[in-house]
């Protein structure tokens, strides 16, 4: 039996454990016209909730309603004999999996950028702040602060923004991902198609830090390590290494390593337990065949090369692995704003 209940036009009702929706559908909350079923003027139902009330309603009394209302919310209201209504929640295993997985990002991050600032106070860079443009090769140390600074920064947005449930750091967590691996895509078509192109990036790269071998001591490690690494010397070959003031072979050139290349240019001998740094020395000077004897020939480009087709399956599946894992973190952080604004959002109806 209905009861109706008179229009107040003078200020809204707060109307306590209620909510109203049509009484033909239960849907379209606390509008007048039902978008669901079409229905004008029909009477209104109340349903358990708190709401101010605006407009005209009229009242069911004793009706037990069991309806989903408000399609694109996944909320259900349940009035069964003053019970209370189950409302949507933040899935805990999401948001706990992002915050876990991000905060062990944060930390890596945070000993990248430690110890790049620390390599820097140790080569007296923070000291003097214009030192670091004096380099005319690749400074290593730019890695390590880079891929550090990244990495806190999504450490940061991921963690922050899932234990706190905040959906502006969240969707900068997304977004940021997304364009990282946007320009990785980018670069992996780019270096496919461009493969010339690149390979002569890389012949200007290693020239230039061999330029710069003796300059800065992490520069001189890396190169060293990617000789022996690789088994070769120079971009091309030994001669590269005339490129560098200390190893070049002319008159002027006063230096001991005259016509000589570094140490990690010579094939290693398993006898030796102490490793020889003058092996080097003089060596250009010699014919070919006795060059082959006491260093390698090949270049490290040539070698790279070969590395990456005897390995392409292992790269490939890593750089798979590593995109795999930036969509399912994307997909995750979307998931959880998804709910965070569905909970939100239900909240202006509770």
Same mark, same amino acid.
């Given at each position: 039996?209905?009861?109706?209940?008179?229009?107040?036009?003078?200020?809204?009702?707060?109307?306590?454990?209620?909510?109203?929706?049509?009484?033909?559908?239960?849907?379209?909350?606390?509008?007048?016209?039902?978008?669901?079923?079409?229905?004008?003027?029909?009477?209104?139902? $109340?349903?358990?909730?708190?709401?101010?009330?605006?407009?005209?309603?009229?009242?069911?009394?004793?009706?037990?309603?069991?309806? #989903?209302?408000?399609?694109?919310?996944?909320?259900?209201? &349940?009035?069964? #004999?003053?019970?209370?209504?189950?409302?949507?929640?933040?899935?805990?295993?999401?948001?706990?999996?992002?915050?876990?997985?991000?905060?062990?990002?944060?930390?890596?991050?945070?000993?990248?950028?430690?110890?790049?600032?620390?390599?820097?106070?140790?080569?007296?860079?923070?000291?003097?702040?214009?030192?670091?443009?004096?380099?005319?090769?690749?400074?290593?140390?730019?890695?390590?602060?880079?891929?550090?600074?990244?990495?806190?920064?999504?450490?940061? !947005?991921?963690?922050?923004?899932?234990?706190?449930?905040? #959906?502006?750091?969240?969707?900068?967590?997304?977004?940021?991902?997304?364009?990282?691996?946007?320009?990785?895509?980018?670069?992996?078509?780019?270096?496919?198609?461009?493969?010339?192109?690149?390979?002569? &990036?890389?012949?200007?790269?290693?020239?230039?830090?061999?330029?710069?071998?003796?300059?800065?001591?992490?520069?001189?490690?890396?190169?060293?390590?990617?000789?022996?690494? $690789?088994?070769?010397?120079?971009?091309?070959? !030994?001669?590269? $290494?005339?490129?560098?003031?200390?190893?070049?072979?002319?008159?002027?050139?006063?230096?001991?390593?005259?016509?000589?290349?570094?140490?990690?240019?010579?094939?290693?001998?398993?006898?030796?337990?102490?490793?020889?740094?003058?092996?080097?020395?003089?060596?250009?000077?010699?014919?070919?065949?006795? &060059?082959?004897?006491?260093?390698?020939?090949?270049?490290?480009?040539?070698?790279?090369?070969?590395?990456? &087709?005897?390995?392409?399956?292992?790269?490939?599946?890593?750089?798979?692995?590593?995109?795999?894992?930036?969509?399912?973190?994307?997909?995750?952080?979307?998931?959880?704003?998804?709910?965070?604004?569905?909970?939100?959002?239900?909240?202006?109806?509770?």
């Amino acid at each position: 039996m209905l009861t109706h209940r008179r229009e107040r036009k003078s200020r809204p009702l707060r109307l306590r454990k209620t909510l109203i929706g049509c009484s033909k559908c239960r849907f379209n909350i606390g509008h007048v016209c039902c978008g669901n079923c079409g229905s004008d003027g029909s009477p209104w139902v $109340w349903i358990t909730g708190w709401i101010h009330v605006t407009r005209p309603v009229k009242q069911y009394r004793g009706f037990d309603v069991i309806r #989903s209302w408000r399609e694109d919310q996944s909320r259900s209201f &349940q009035m069964i #004999s003053g019970k209370h209504f189950k409302a949507h929640e933040v899935s805990c295993c999401i948001k706990y999996f992002i915050f876990g997985f991000n905060i062990i990002f944060w930390f890596l991050g945070v000993a990248f950028l430690g110890i790049g600032l620390w390599a820097w106070s140790e080569k007296g860079v923070l000291s003097n702040i214009s030192s670091i443009t004096d380099l005319g090769g690749f400074d290593p140390v730019w890695l390590f602060l880079v891929v550090g600074g990244v990495m806190f920064i999504l450490g940061f !947005a991921g963690c922050i923004g899932a234990l706190r449930e905040n #959906s502006f750091l969240l969707k900068f967590f997304s977004v940021f991902l997304g364009i990282i691996f946007f320009l990785e895509l980018t670069a992996g078509v780019l270096a496919f198609v461009f493969k010339d192109w690149i390979k002569d &990036q890389l012949n200007f790269f290693i020239n230039n830090n061999i330029r710069a071998y003796r300059d800065d001591i992490d520069l001189q490690n890396l190169i060293d390590f990617t000789q022996e690494y $690789w088994e070769c010397c120079g971009a091309f070959g !030994a001669d590269d $290494w005339n490129l560098n003031i200390y190893f070049n072979c002319t008159d002027s050139n006063p230096s001991r390593e005259k016509c000589g290349v570094p140490f990690s240019c010579c094939t290693k001998d398993p006898a030796e337990d102490v490793i020889n740094t003058q092996c080097g020395y003089d060596i250009r000077a010699k014919t070919d065949s006795e &060059q082959r004897t006491f260093i390698y020939i090949k270049g490290c480009v040539p070698q790279f090369e070969k590395w990456l &087709q005897d390995n392409l399956t292992v790269v490939a599946g890593i750089f798979i692995g590593i995109a795999l894992l930036q969509i399912f973190g994307i997909c995750l952080a979307q998931n959880l704003v998804s709910d965070i604004d569905a909970v939100r959002e239900s909240c202006l109806y509770t």
